[in-house]
């Protein structure tokens, strides 16, 4: 079995999974995030050695505050226990967004536990929190420009490297595999540079029952997807 080196996982279908047990919203996000933990796990006993997860949008501010403040109380909590669960996957957590939005003492957490497991070499695990793709390529560009203002950087010079290194994600590899769970068709504002040849992963499942079950099955049809990148099959080369 082929392991995708990098997961991008768009959690979707708490509140509707909550909603199918007569219960509210917020019951679904908080069982949501108990299966980030477990899917870490999960992800790293299978081998794949990035895993980047979307949490929070640049839209979802949109909700209703109570949802809000419920979903960043998650957040907070999630990097407190984080810090103790990180040692046993080994793993090195980092957030991708816009971070300056969110309260200070969730940017203190953020900061504290990206500090202490930097060195970690297990999984790589990136939490997509106030993330959007747009605003990130908007950040990016809004960098870039200042360094070729000043001198730093001629535009003759940027090429998608030199790009990318403004992004988030600079130091991560693109995803191999998408999913997203509970049955939308759509990106939402996810990593739209970074996933341009990646493969996708529709599942009708709702995050909180999507089990290591269905992560490997998710790979199993990640194996059977013929990645070209534009290209032909070694087979095929001669039936020009
Ligand atoms: C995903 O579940 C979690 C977040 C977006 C924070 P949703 O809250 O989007 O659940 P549905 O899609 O409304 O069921
Ligand atoms: C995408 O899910 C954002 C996250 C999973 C954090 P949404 O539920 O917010 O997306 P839409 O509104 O269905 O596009
Ligand atoms: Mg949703």
């Not at 980092?94 to 060195?119: F, H, W």
């Not at 990130?136 to 730093?152: F, K, Q, Y």
């Not at 992560?215 to 070694?234: C, F, P, Q, S, T």
């Amino acid at each position: 079995m082929n392991i995708p080196q990098h997961v991008a996982i768009i959690l979707d279908g708490n509140g509707r999974w909550a909603k199918s047990k007569g219960m509210p919203r917020n019951y679904g996000h908080a069982q949501g995030s108990k299966n980030v933990e477990r899917i870490c796990e999960d992800a790293y006993r299978m081998g794949v050695k990035y895993l980047t997860v979307y949490a929070f949008s640049t839209e979802n501010w949109s909700r209703p505050q109570d949802e809000v403040d419920a979903l960043m109380k998650l957040l907070r909590n999630y990097m407190k226990t984080c810090l103790k669960t990180a040692a046993k996957n080994d793993m090195k957590v980092r957030v991708i967004g816009d971070i300056s939005r969110l309260d200070e003492d969730i940017r203190t957490r953020i900061q504290e536990l990206t500090e202490a497991t930097k060195d970690n070499g297990g999984l790589n695990f990136q939490i997509a929190i106030n993330y959007g793709s747009r605003d990130e390529i908007l950040r990016a560009v809004r960098r870039l420009a200042g360094d070729c203002v000043e001198g730093r950087l001629a535009p003759g010079q940027i090429d998608e490297a030199v790009f990318e290194s403004y992004l988030d994600t600079h130091d991560i590899p693109d995803p191999d595999l998408l999913i997203r769970t509970s049955g939308e068709l759509r990106l939402s504002n996810y990593l739209l540079w970074q996933l341009a040849y990646t493969e996708f992963y529709f599942t009708d499942v709702p995050w909180p029952d999507f089990t290591k079950e269905e992560l490997a099955k998710a790979i199993e049809h990640y194996n059977a997807r013929d990645r070209r990148y534009g290209g032909v099959k070694e087979e095929q080369k001669e039936d020009v």
